[in-house]
């Protein structure tokens, strides 16, 4: 099991970013797929999560109306659409996969918001 995100970087508040999580296997549509983000000096917070077979989604309040998560089935890949980007936003994005007996993470991307 493999997860790779991809897509971050630096963007001007207000600005958009979508990153992306390609995951090897397994497939994303089996199981329930979140995003989480992790600050300098501060817990790691979840940020959005879908469903598998249903593709039901769900955010936290930080980010609902802001964000978007959604999956590609045929490239096997979860992406998190960000726009009207805040500096609170900046952060290291990590997508993780809900397994039985464990979850998988990836590396991260940055994502940092600035002027």
């Known amino acids: 099991v493999q997860l790779v995100e991809s897509g971050g970087g630096l963007v001007q508040p207000g600005g958009s970013l979508r990153l992306s999580c390609a995951a090897s296997?397994?497939?994303?549509?089996?199981?329930?797929m979140h995003w989480y983000r992790q600050a300098p000096g501060k817990e790691r917070e979840w940020v959005a999560g879908?469903?598998?077979?249903?593709?039901?989604?769900n955010y936290g309040d930080s980010v609902k109306g802001r964000f978007t998560i959604s999956r590609d089935n045929a490239k096997n890949t979860v992406y998190l659409q960000m726009n009207n980007l805040k500096p609170e936003d900046t952060a290291v994005y990590y997508c993780?996969?809900?397994?039985?007996?464990?979850?998988?993470w990836g590396q991260g991307a940055q994502v940092t918001v600035s002027t």
């Open positions: 993780a996969a809900v397994m039985p007996g464990r979850n998988y």
């Open positions: 296997g397994f497939t994303v549509s089996s199981y329930i």
């Open positions: 879908i469903t598998d077979y249903g593709g039901s989604t």
